[in-house]
């Protein structure tokens, strides 16, 4: 209970000492000052005019000073200050308005003055910027009124006595609702004002989160691209800025060698080696996966850039100690700068192509996107836009080449070779679509026109010949597309003799397990598989006996260095490894009769090339295959 009244009365007294509380109540002490300032300040010439002598003097004296320390209080408080000088500018003015009361009161010694008194408590109670300054200051009011009435206005002021007692207490009352009230509303407002912040504090966090790779904790894609937009409108007069597009060599290997959570902790090492790297210079993101983008700040030329990413990668080459175990990992990186373009997808379209050479060149490069580059990547991405619209069905054209059996000396194949007719582009020849459609797999929509177009070919032919069509990796990699490709086949009722199928090691190399198995699938319907571009590959024994291979197809290359006496013997042996794994051996590119004589003399089985003819329409190549006596001629 004690207790009780010792923090009721402290809180009581203290109420309003605090520096909100009493800046709360700066603009009513700031209303008093003015309008004390005033009245003295008209107090002065009335007194002189009313007063004479001594009195005069006396009043006008301090009536002056009052309208001076209360226009200089008004004058210090127009900003914040602590509460200790608002108390101290409010006892100040008190003390004056009270000095002005008593000399009043014994000035002329009329009763009537005592009004004064309760009037002053009133005044006090109402402006006070504190409870203890308005108890202090209405307690000597109170006293000095009680010494007025008993001593100097015995008999005259008891009644002011009673109405300066229920006044200060009205006051008193009146100044506690008020400090309370005003209490109430700043804590209303620092609780409003807390939750405003803690509210800021979670907004922040949040866009955080939302810009941050959880992973790594580097911005993500998303920050990445704001902050892309940013430095290319910021860019707009100078271009010392590059984009950095950086991938990982082999880490999918990582990944399926040590697992996930090993790949996770190297990404967070790779991460942590490029930040080290970029320091204030770069800013690193990782935009998913294994890729990352930067943006170089403050490099003028080229070669500075391309110094700044050789050490990066040198940086990411050392060898890093995950859960003790030491695994080494490369990078590839592709750079373009920035500059005015609105568009930032060019700056990430360029800098992924820079990137798509350095991997094609072997790996582990840093390349930066030049002009040369630029003229290419518009052509790619021309030819990229039309393939995503294209109606294969109806735009790829289907040309043959036919294949001539050395033993026999007639056409006994062709080879399916796809053109492409594109409304925007007219005709592409496939060095320039297969390739992108490969890598984006739009390939597979062309597989499947070609060999829709080729099953109807075959149907239409009195005495077909066997067609040989081309297979990606994309192709092979997917069961959906081989599901598609061999409902074809089925859905024709052709004979599977009649269509072979082509596939390059380079295609199978992604996943040879999963390429070993479907091209089981299609030479257990009973077509045969070509390897083509035989010797440009791996050609790894082993594992050629475990695919379902009928033919070696040999690279064009070979045949082309026919003056070369190495190449006849490479050609030799490649004839030789044929026969050694049971399987056929085709030369490929075979354009005059001195490669044809060379052909027949390193044994191989049957040949392709311009010298039997180029690409054709299906009822060219029925001419030649009628006008076999052209073969029987050149094989005499
Ligand atoms: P490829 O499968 O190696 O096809 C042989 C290419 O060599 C053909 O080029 C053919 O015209 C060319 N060629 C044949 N004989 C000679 C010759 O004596 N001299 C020279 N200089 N060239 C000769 P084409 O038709 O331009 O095809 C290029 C490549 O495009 C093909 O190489 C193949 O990889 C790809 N391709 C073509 N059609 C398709 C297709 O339908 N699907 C897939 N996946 N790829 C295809
Ligand atoms: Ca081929
Ligand atoms: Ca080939």
């Known amino acids: 209970m004690i207790i009780h009244v010792g923090t009721f009365l402290k809180k009581l007294f203290f109420i309003g000492t605090t520096d909100a509380m009493a800046n709360a109540n700066r603009t009513i002490l700031r209303a008093y000052l003015v309008m004390a300032s005033l009245y003295y300040a008209v107090m002065v010439p009335v007194h002189f005019s009313a007063l004479s002598g001594f009195d005069q003097f006396k009043m006008v004296s301090v009536s002056l000073l009052a309208a001076v320390v209360a226009g200089v209080g008004w004058f210090l408080s127009r900003a914040w200050l602590s509460s200790n000088r608002l108390e101290l500018i409010a006892a100040a003015t008190n003390f004056m308005v009270y000095v002005n009361v008593m000399v009043a009161v014994h000035t002329s010694l009329d009763a009537s003055n005592l009004i004064y008194f309760p009037m002053m408590a009133l005044a006090f109670a109402f402006t006070s910027v504190s409870i203890r300054l308005a108890i202090v200051s209405i307690s000597i009011v109170l006293l000095s009124l009680y010494i007025e009435i008993t001593s100097d206005f015995v008999g005259q002021g008891a009644a002011y006595g009673y109405i300066g007692f229920a006044t200060a207490f009205v006051g008193l009352a009146f100044s506690i609702f008020l400090q309370r009230t005003i209490s ?17 504090r979670l907004n922040v966090a949040m866009h955080q989160h939302a810009m941050t790779d959880s992973l790594t904790g580097l911005p993500n894609r998303r920050a990445f691209f704001a902050f892309l937009k940013d430095k290319s409108k910021a860019n707009n007069n100078k271009a010392d800025s590059w984009l950095i597009a950086l991938d990982l060599d082999g880490f999918k290997m990582v990944n399926d060698v040590y697992g996930h959570l090993v790949g996770d902790e190297l990404l967070i090492a790779v991460a942590q080696r490029m930040q080290l790297h ?230 199978m190399m992604a996943d040879t397990e999963k390429a070993c198995k479907n091209l089981y699938r299609l030479s257990r319907l009973g077509h045969s598989v070509a390897l083509d571009d035989f010797g440009t590959g791996y050609s790894n024994f082993n594992y050629l006996r475990e695919l379902p291979i009928d033919k070696l197809k040999v690279d064009r290359s070979f045949v082309t260095d026919v003056g070369n006496p190495m190449t006849e013997k490479i050609l030799h042996s490649l004839s030789v490894t044929a026969n050694a794994l049971g399987v056929d051996c085709l030369l490929e590119g075979v354009e005059d009769e001195i490669q044809l004589l060379m052909a027949k003399r390193v044994g191989a089985n049957s040949v392709q090339g311009y010298l039997f003819g180029k690409p054709m329409g299906s009822e060219e190549l029925l001419d030649v295959i009628k006008d076999q006596n052209i073969l029987k001629s050149r094989s005499a």
């Open 184 to 200: 109430l509303a700043i804590e209303a407002k620092e609780v409003a004002e807390k939750k405003l912040i803690e509210a800021d």
């Open 278 to 507: 970029a320091g204030s210079k770069a800013t690193v993101s990782r935009i998913g996966g294994d890729e990352f983008n930067i943006i170089l700040d403050e490099v003028e030329s080229e070669s500075e850039c391309e110094n700044w990413c050789n050490l990066l990668l040198e940086k990411i080459a050392a060898p890093y100690d995950v859960e003790g175990r030491l695994i080494q990992l490369s990078a590839s990186v592709g750079s373009t700068r920035i500059n005015q373009s609105n568009d930032i997808t060019v700056y990430t379209r360029n800098a992924d192509y820079a990137l798509l050479h350095a991997k094609k060149h072997g790996k582990n490069r840093s390349i930066i996107f030049t002009e040369e580059h630029e003229k290419n990547a518009k052509e790619r991405f021309e030819i990229e836009d039309a393939l995503r619209l294209a109606n294969f069905p109806s735009e790829i054209e289907v040309l043959f080449q036919p294949q001539v059996d050395l033993n026999q000396n007639q056409v006994i194949r062709a080879e399916a070779l796809a053109r492409w007719d594109c409304p925007n582009l007219g005709r592409v020849e496939p060095d320039r679509f297969i390739k992108i459609a490969e890598e984006n797999g739009l390939i597979s929509k062309i597989t499947l026109a070609v060999l829709g177009k080729a099953i109807e070919t075959l149907q239409n032919w009195h005495n077909p010949i066997p067609l040989a069509i081309n297979l990606s990796g994309h192709d092979l990699l997917s069961n959906q597309v081989m599901d598609e490709i061999i409902k074809l086949l089925v859905h024709s009722g052709l004979d599977p003799k009649l269509i072979e199928f082509e596939v390059t090691e380079t295609a």
